[in-house]
C-alpha cells in the first residue's frame, strides 16, 4: 500500500467525476444536448398549436426533413408571416424545444427583437457589421445554432441584405459553413392579405382548414417583397431564392382564443373552467366590426384577461 499513490488515484478520480458533471450540466454543441425530437414537435404542434393548420404542417415537414439531411446544401430558412398574437413567437419556442435541450433558454439559440437591437435606421452600417459578426463567431462555435429574427418588419430596409452570404448555397466561407444552421423571420407583412384571403373562405362558407398554403403561397412573398416596412422589401433573400418557406400564420377565431385561455388555465394549474375561457374570448376584439370573425390580437393578453376573470 502506497499511500500517495492511492492519494493520486483518488484525486485523479476527483477530477474525471468533476469534468463528467461539468459536462452533463455544460452545454455542449453536440447530440447530447442539440437532438431533434421529431415526436415530440408533432405532439406539441397538435396539443398546443390552435387554429394553424398549413404553419403546422409546412413547419413539421421542412424541420424534420433538415435534420434528417447530413449534407444539406444550404441552411434552413424560414420565413413566418401573420397579424399579431397568431404564435409566430409561440412556435418558434415550441421548434426550440424540441431541438435544443435547453430550449429558448440554450446558448445555441439567438433572438435579435427588431426594436429593441436596431431601433436606428441611421446606424444601419453598424448593425450590419455587428450581425455578420455575430452570427459568424456563433456559428463557428456551433453550426447547429438558431437566429430568430423578430418584428423584421421594424427592421431598417436593406439591414437583412447583409446576412445574405449566411444563407447562401456556399460550402463554406472564410472556414465556417452555415448549412446546418436555422435562420427564422417573424414578420406582420403579409398578415393582411391572409386574413382577406381567411375571410373569404369563411364569407363563402368553406371551413378554414380547406385553406391551403397553395392559395396563399405566391401572394405572401409577393405582397412582402413589395412592401417598403416589411424588412424584406426588395431583397435579394426573395428573388434568389434564399427563402426556403413562406409560412402563413391564419387569424385566429373565438374557438381559438378560448383554447388559448383553457391552455393558460393549464400552465398555470387552474382547473380548466369553460365559463371563464368564454368570457376571456367574448372580451377581446373581433374584425371586421360587422362580422366579427378575427380575434383582432390573436392569442395576446390572454394571461391577463385571465388574471382578471378568475
Ligand atoms: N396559434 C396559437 N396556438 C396556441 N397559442 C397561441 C397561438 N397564438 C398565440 N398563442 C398564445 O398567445 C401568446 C402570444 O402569441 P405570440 O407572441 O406567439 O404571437 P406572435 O404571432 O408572435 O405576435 P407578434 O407578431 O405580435 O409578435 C403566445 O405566447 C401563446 O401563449
Same mark, same amino acid.
Given at each position: 500500500f502506497e499511500p500517495f499513490t492511492e492519494a493520486r488515484k483518488v484525486l485523479a478520480e476527483i477530477v474525471k467525476l468533476g469534468k463528467t458533471t461539468y459536462s452533463f450540466f455544460q452545454e455542449s454543441c453536440d447530440d447530447s444536448w442539440i437532438d431533434f425530437n421529431s415526436t415530440g414537435l408533432q405532439v406539441d404542434l397538435e396539443q398546443k398549436f390552435f387554429g394553424q393548420h398549413i404553419a403546422s404542417k409546412v413547419l413539421l415537414k421542412a424541420i424534420t426533413d433538415f435534420a434528417n439531411n447530413k449534407t444539406p446544401k444550404k441552411p434552413l430558412v424560414l420565413s413566418l408571416h401573420g397579424l399579431t398574437g397568431t404564435g409566430k413567437s409561440f412556435v418558434s419556442q415550441l421548434l426550440a424545444s424540441n431541438i435544443y435541450k435547453k430550449g429558448m433558454s440554450s446558448s445555441f439559440v439567438h433572438q435579435f427583437v427588431a426594436t429593441v437591437h436596431f431601433p436606428y435606421s441611421s446606424e444601419i452600417d453598424i448593425y450590419k457589421t455587428q450581425l455578420q459578426q455575430w452570427i459568424k463567431g456563433n456559428v463557428s462555435s456551433c453550426a447547429r445554432s438558431m437566429f430568430i429574427f423578430d418584428? #423584421? !418588419?421594424?427592421?431598417?430596409?436593406?439591414? #437583412? !441584405? +447583409? #446576412?445574405k452570404p449566411f444563407l !447562401?448555397?456556399? !460550402?463554406?466561407?472564410d472556414g465556417v459553413s452555415y448549412r446546418r444552421t436555422i435562420f427564422i423571420f417573424l414578420s406582420h407583412a403579409g398578415g393582411e392579405r391572409i386574413k382577406q384571403v381567411a375571410f373569404e373562405f369563411w364569407e363563402n362558407g368553406k371551413d378554414r382548414e380547406e385553406i391551403q398554403l397553395s392559395d396563399l403561397e405566391e401572394k405572401v412573398p409577393l405582397e412582402v417583397f413589395n412592401n417598403k416596412y416589411s424588412g424584406l422589401w426588395h431583397t435579394s433573400l426573395i428573388d434568389k431564392y434564399l427563402i426556403d418557406f413562406f409560412i402563413p400564420f391564419l387569424p385566429l377565431e373565438y374557438r381559438h382564443v378560448r383554447l388559448c385561455a383553457l391552455a393558460e388555465m393549464a400552465i398555470r394549474n387552474m382547473e380548466p373552467d369553460e365559463d371563464i375561457a368564454d368570457k376571456v374570448a367574448k372580451d377581446m376584439m373581433y374584425s371586421p366590426?360587422?362580422?366579427?370573425?378575427? +380575434? +383582432?390580437?390573436?392569442?395576446?393578453k390572454i394571461a391577463s384577461k385571465l388574471v382578471y376573470y378568475k
Open positions: 418584428e #423584421i !418588419d421594424k427592421m431598417p430596409p436593406g439591414l #437583412i !441584405d +447583409s #446576412i !447562401d448555397y456556399y !460550402d463554406n466561407q366590426q360587422e362580422e366579427r370573425v378575427f +380575434s +383582432s390580437k390573436g392569442c395576446k
